[in-house]
């Protein structure tokens, strides 16, 4: 349910910060035993030019991955 509406949010556009609502999706997702769809959103992430998000990216892709 809270991935759904996050998703739902994020397509929505307008977001001051697309990728911490985007990480909150990959977490939610995460959490929803979604994991392969989890790992895409995290590499979303991982790709943000700003670092700080890029860095928690790669961290949630490493710890998606361990929960496969």
């Given at each position: ?5 996050l ?6 556009g307008?977001?001051k910060s ?7 999706l ?9 994991s ?6 995290f590499?979303k ?7 700080g998000y890029?860095?928690?990216g ?7 991955g361990?929960?496969?």
């Amino acid at each position: 349910m809270a991935a759904q509406l996050l998703s739902q949010g994020i397509a929505k556009g307008g977001l001051k910060s697309p990728e911490q609502a985007t990480l909150l999706l990959g977490i939610a997702q995460l959490r929803s035993h979604n994991s392969a769809e989890a790992h895409g959103t995290f590499d979303k992430v991982a790709s943000s030019s700003n670092e700080g998000y890029a860095q928690l990216g790669k961290f949630w892709v490493l710890y998606s991955g361990s929960q496969a």
